[in-house]
């Protein structure tokens, strides 16, 4: 079992910045994959970005590329989600993830967080 904790959720201005933190612990891997997910009001959950803890490979929604960076920390299983130049759009609850080795990135994913909300005011 994988258990995940995020932080950094806040409210901030149109093109501003926040970095969100996920912390696992319990059964994870060097090789896992950790990755972001967005859910918006009304709309379906959708894939924001990953990063292979094996060998940095990182990947990203095209909504999101160039704006936001996927990264880890080299000593603890923590990702962490650096969004900058956000938009409205953006807001949405953000939720951790983790898959076991092997996975595809773009999911299924096994471990969830609970999420953490980010909101972007106009």
């Known amino acids: 079992q994988v258990s995940l904790e995020e932080y950094g959720g806040g409210l901030v201005q149109a093109g501003g910045s926040l970095r969100l933190s996920c912390t696992a612990s319990?059964?994870?891997?060097?090789?896992?994959?950790m990755g972001w997910f967005r859910q918006a009001p009304g709309k379906e959950r959708e894939f924001v970005a990953a990063?292979?803890?094996?060998?940095?490979?990182?990947y990203y929604a095209d909504s999101v590329k160039d704006r936001f960076i996927i990264s880890k920390d080299i000593f603890i299983y923590r990702v962490y989600l650096q969004m900058n130049s956000l938009k409205p759009e953006d807001t949405a609850v953000y939720y951790c993830?983790?898959?076991?080795?092997?996975?595809?990135?773009?999911?299924?994913?096994?471990?969830w967080g609970q999420g953490t909300q980010v909101t972007v005011s106009s």
């Open positions: 993830a983790a898959a076991d080795p092997g996975s595809d990135p773009g999911g299924p994913y096994d471990y």
């Open positions: 319990g059964r994870i891997f060097r090789s896992s994959i």
């Open positions: 990063l292979r803890r094996s060998d940095d490979s990182t």
